[in-house]
């Protein structure tokens, strides 16, 4: 079965860090692009961080960027999230994703991805 598992997430005052990390198996993970999203009660899914194929590019949304960065271990099957600075309206569920479109770029779109984690709280208190 294919598996994204998404771990690191928990609570954390304002000004604070955490790493996300999120693991593949079953699916293959070289050579695919990986994002971040995450959801907020009674908001849309939103785009977070992507990384190429390669791990040579990168894509951060405004409202994170300076603050969080996305990079990725082909060897562990695993892409992280360092979160820094973390601020109240960071709370949400984190979200790790596949791209559907192999050694593609870092797309900011939900339909670009097809494999899905399970998601992780992250609740960051003021």
């Known amino acids: 079965q294919v598996q994204l598992v998404e771990s690191g997430g928990g609570l954390v005052q304002a000004g604070g860090s955490l790493r996300l990390s999120c693991t593949a198996s079953e699916i293959t993970f070289r050579g695919y692009p990986m994002g971040w999203f995450r959801q907020a009660p009674g908001k849309e899914r939103e785009f977070v961080a992507a990384?190429?194929?390669?791990?040579?590019?990168?894509n951060t949304a405004d409202s994170v960027k300076g603050r969080f960065t996305i990079s990725r271990d082909d060897v562990k099957n695993t892409v992280y999230l360092q979160m820094d600075s973390l601020e109240p309206k960071d709370t949400a569920v984190y979200y790790c994703?596949?791209?559907?479109?192999?050694?593609?770029?870092?797309?900011?779109?939900?339909?670009?991805?097809?494999?899905w984690g399970q998601g992780t709280q992250v609740t960051v208190s003021s």
């Open positions: 990384i190429n194929w390669s791990g040579g590019s990168t």
């Open positions: 994703a596949r791209s559907l479109i192999n050694y593609g770029g870092t797309s900011s779109r939900t339909n670009d991805y097809n494999y």
